[in-house]
């Protein structure tokens, strides 16, 4: 009866354990983040502002559906990996092989994906004109 007990304990703090660490990783999103690089000498267009935490939480986009380290042409990230900044990998003047210059990426990644839920029919971010994402430049 004892072990019975203390088994059911033990299962009940693990479930508790991992549901609080879950809620933990899943708030610490930031609520915003200006998608800015220092790569680039200029901008033609302004910073773009990214509801991160809107797109995390309320429209439970994960962590790998933007955010990859490939290696052996998967995507290897884990929720929890640190993040790099894409220009450790993309360069900003140009492409190589198959890794998307900076701005390429940037875009592929942003529009591409409110391209799909647009043709989804679903309720999406913008598509086309760039003063829809890019703030006016200073």
């Known amino acids: 009866m004892k072990k019975r007990i203390f088994f059911l304990s033990v299962i009940t703090l693990s479930i508790a354990l991992f549901t609080g660490v879950g809620i933990l990783i899943a708030t610490d999103v930031a609520d915003e983040i200006n998608i800015k690089s220092d790569a680039f000498k200029a901008y033609k267009k302004g910073p773009v502002k ?23 042409g998967k995507n290897v990230y884990k929720e929890g990996d640190p993040v790099q900044k894409c220009s450790e990998c993309h360069d900003a003047l140009k492409s190589k092989g198959k890794v998307k210059k900076l701005m390429l990426a940037y875009h592929k990644n942003c529009q591409g994906c409110h391209k799909v839920l647009e043709k989804a029919g679903k309720k999406t971010g913008p598509t086309k004109k760039c003063n829809d994402c890019h703030e006016k430049k200073k």
């Open 50 to 72: 990214l509801a991160h935490k809107k797109h995390n939480v309320d429209y439970k986009i994960a962590c790998k559906d933007c955010h990859h380290v490939y290696k052996e």
